[in-house]
């Protein structure tokens, strides 16, 4: 782990056994934290937060060009590790997913420029009024695994240009990407303790949730989760980003042809696993036949298979959770009379059971699981 600005394999003793969604091979091991770990990470942040505050906007500024220019150095080698650990394609996506991440640290280097405060008239010659803005403190990331770099770019790269030191709970199957990532944070010359990155499941994020050290809380997850987080974590400062299921609508006077393409990209991109990938799409009944058809011929066009593959547009699913769920909600519709017209199970000849048939369903009832 990435502890205080130090490689550490902290405290616990325990390490997740980091088993590839692609190839099925044991790739790496994590380190867990303890909760003395936890603690440590939230004391140095308060002290290099501390410090850090009365930089000015432009050193802060500066420090996240360094970083992203520090990351460009090992952009490759992040998008490979992610695609192993995490099963999206290497050429049609984990490297675009990295680059245009890292992207996130030079916006908000220029984006903290332009914090600027407000001189408020008043009534009395004798007063003045102005507002400023000054960082919240310290704040804990909890992200997802489906996107293991960008989600946490997207708390850590505003954070600290604002002046915040952040501490970042990611998933211990999808943190080794992450961690290769935090060596930028050393090449940069981040001050140590402001960056920490503690990989684990709930009860690390529990630690944080309700740490008194901690000022700010940022969760992109489920919503279940999210309504505990907030039951838990007192008054701290929070962003919640929580799920998504709005269906896609098809109009009679849509280009047909361009919305099937669209929404297949949208379900076959990342295998599905995004909070707002096609997973409904609700057709007027005029234009049903025609948009299916091209729905089927789009959807045969992806190309599942390694990874690593040039020609591979879409990858494993990336836990067995995932593609049990799958199991159970194909089951469900084909229960209750819904139309498999394309794929629908388990693909065969891979390395692992992950890798999914990218599956187009038809008069899906609603009160089934899929819809």
Not at 87 to 102: F, I, R, T
Not at 316 to 334: C, G
């Amino acid at each position: 782990m990435y502890l205080a600005g130090r490689w550490t394999e902290g405290t616990s003793g325990r390490c997740h056994r980091l088993v590839s969604p692609a190839t099925g091979e044991h790739v790496a091991d994590v380190a867990l934290p303890s909760p003395a770990d936890v603690d440590e990470a939230v004391a140095a942040a308060r002290r290099a937060q501390d410090d850090y505050a009365h930089w000015s906007a432009f050193e802060r500024a500066a420090l996240a060009h360094r970083i992203a220019d520090a990351v460009d150095e090992l952009l490759d080698e992040i998008a490979r590790i992610q695609t192993l650990e995490q099963g999206k394609p290497y050429h049609a996506e984990s490297l675009d997913d990295v680059a245009e991440a890292n992207e996130y640290f030079r916006n908000a280097a220029e984006d903290v420029k332009r914090l600027t405060g407000e001189v408020i008239p008043t009534t009395d010659r004798a007063k003045r009024m102005f507002t400023f803005h000054r960082p919240v403190g310290v704040w804990a990331a909890i992200t997802p695994w489906n996107f293991p770099v960008t989600i946490p770019l997207e708390y850590l790269a505003p954070g600290l240009a604002a002046g915040n030191a952040v501490v970042v709970k990611p998933p211990a199957h999808t943190a080794w990407a992450l961690l290769e990532l935090a060596k930028a944070f050393d090449a940069a010359g981040v001050p140590p303790g402001l960056v920490s990155i503690l990989p684990g499941g709930p009860e690390v994020g529990d630690l944080l949730v309700t740490h008194p050290g901690v000022d700010g809380i940022g969760f992109t997850g489920s919503s279940a989760t999210g309504r505990v987080i907030l039951s838990r974590m007192g008054i701290k400062r929070s962003i919640m980003e929580m799920s998504g299921n709005g269906p896609t609508i098809v109009t009679d006077d849509a280009d047909l042809d361009a919305a099937a393409r669209l929404a297949v990209y949208g379900a076959s991109y990342n295998a599905g696993q995004v909070c707002c990938a096609t997973e409904r799409v609700i057709v007027f009944e005029s234009v049903h036949d025609e948009f299916v058809a091209a729905a089927v011929a789009a959807a045969s066009e992806v190309r599942l298979g390694d990874p690593f593959d040039e020609a591979t547009t879409m990858g494993p699913l990336n836990n067995e959770e995932v593609a049990a769920k799958m199991d159970r909600h194909l089951a469900d519709a084909r229960d209750r009379g819904a139309e498999v017209l394309l794929g629908g199970g388990r693909a065969s000849g891979f390395p692992t059971d992950l890798y999914y048939e990218l599956t187009v369903v038809d008069r899906v009832p609603e009160d089934s699981l899929l819809a």
